[in-house]
């Protein structure tokens, strides 16, 4: 029985120990998990609103946890004291002007305190600094700006259902340029027109060219128009004697316009010989019966003269006359044959 009670306590023993041990060995896997025996530095923050924050959750900087949160409590309304333990190892790297926020791990996980920012040539933090807060983005905002986002979405999808719709029925510019096939022709002509004119523009810049090149060629009228001096004078000094031709040219006009006008003035002028001829009626009067008088003489004379070649006195001289003209006549009809 002794030995019996022996064992058994030895059993309860172990087993006791075995519990001490995982107890201790938690302990400290708990302990270092949660970072309870590492130096720190104690630095508080406040803020507004801290957003479910509790104690012991986890502070990261750069996406590194460097500590964990002590404690949390109110100051006064809308002021929250936050008590913050940060890693001895990290206190190199923050430094006094680094900013806290209150931000979520992951979308919809539990909330930490976000630290960013920070100068180098600032000094570190040091044992119960008082750290700036900034605006961090809260759960319920970006679920209101999803939803807003979400309406946006929707009532955009909606209004190109809208526009497809259309398109497909034929309406609006669109519709049409995809249902008719006029438009599409009228705009296959139009392109058939744009691609004439360009290559009539291509073909008119080579013609440019050309003509650029022809105008350096030495030895040509046009090079020598651009590059020779004493061309380009004695165009000049041509053009100069037009300009004065063309002078003289518009005086002698106005003289004759000037003559004219006096001859116009002399026509209708009564007194003037020409205005005479024109104006006096006793005067042209007189004139014809001067020109019939004229006129009787004139066939009186050549009754005379026909009788005067048939007077015996007078008619050898007209018959030697005839011969004379006769055989010059003859002359010159010989003479114009020869030279045919």
């Given amino acids: 029985m002794i030995a019996t009670g022996k064992k058994r306590a030895v059993i309860v023993g172990i087993f006791v120990f075995v519990g001490l041990v995982i107890f201790v060995t938690a302990i400290m896997m708990l302990g270092k998990q949660q970072k309870l025996f590492n130096r720190s530095v104690q630095v508080k923050a406040i803020f507004k609103d801290v957003n479910g924050l509790s104690a012991g ?12 949160v002590k404690k949390i409590s109110f100051v006064k309304t809308n002021e929250i004291l936050v008590l913050m333990n940060i890693d001895k190892s990290a206190q190199q790297y923050l430094h006094k002007d680094v900013i806290a926020r209150i931000s979520s791990d992951g979308l919809m996980g539990n909330k930490i305190v976000m630290l960013s920012g920070g100068t180098p040539g600032m000094p ?19 679920m209101n700006t999803l939803q ?22 034929g309406q609006g510019t669109m519709g049409k340029l995809l249902t008719e096939d ?7 002509t139009a392109m058939a027109g744009l691609r004439t004119t360009v290559n009539n523009t291509q073909r008119l810049t080579g013609a440019l060219s050309a003509y650029t090149a022809k105008l ?12 020779d001096t004493l061309v380009f004078s ?4 041509t053009i100069t004697q037009m300009n004065e031709v063309t002078q003289h040219a518009n ?56 009788a005067l070649k048939h007077n015996f006195l007078f008619r050898g001289y007209f018959r030697r006359k005839a011969k004379q003209e006769k055989i010059e006549q003859e002359e010159k009809t010989k003479q114009v044959k020869q030279q045919k």
């Fill in 57 to 68: 959750r986890n502070i990261l900087y750069s996406g590194v946890k460097i500590g964990t």
């Fill in 124 to 142: 570190v933090i040091e044992e119960d600094d008082q750290l700036a807060v900034g605006s961090g983005l809260s759960t319920e905002e970006i």
């Fill in 148 to 169: 807003v986002n979400n309406k946006s979405l929707v009532e955009i999808t909606d209004n190109l259902k809208v526009i497809t719709k259309k398109m497909v029925d």
């Fill in 182 to 188: 006029t438009i599409y022709n009228n705009l296959n």
């Fill in 216 to 227: 350096q060629t030495k030895g040509a009228l046009s090079n020598d128009l651009v590059t």
């Fill in 234 to 237: 004695n165009l000049r000094s």
């Fill in 251 to 306: 005086q002698v006009v106005l003289d004759l316009q000037h003559a004219s006008s006096g001859i116009n003035e002399n026509l209708h002028n009564p007194k003037a010989p020409a205005g005479m001829l024109l104006q006096d009626e006793d005067f042209a009067e007189s004139l014809k019966q001067t020109i019939k008088n004229l006129e009787a003489s004139t066939g009186k004379l050549d009754e005379n003269m026909e």
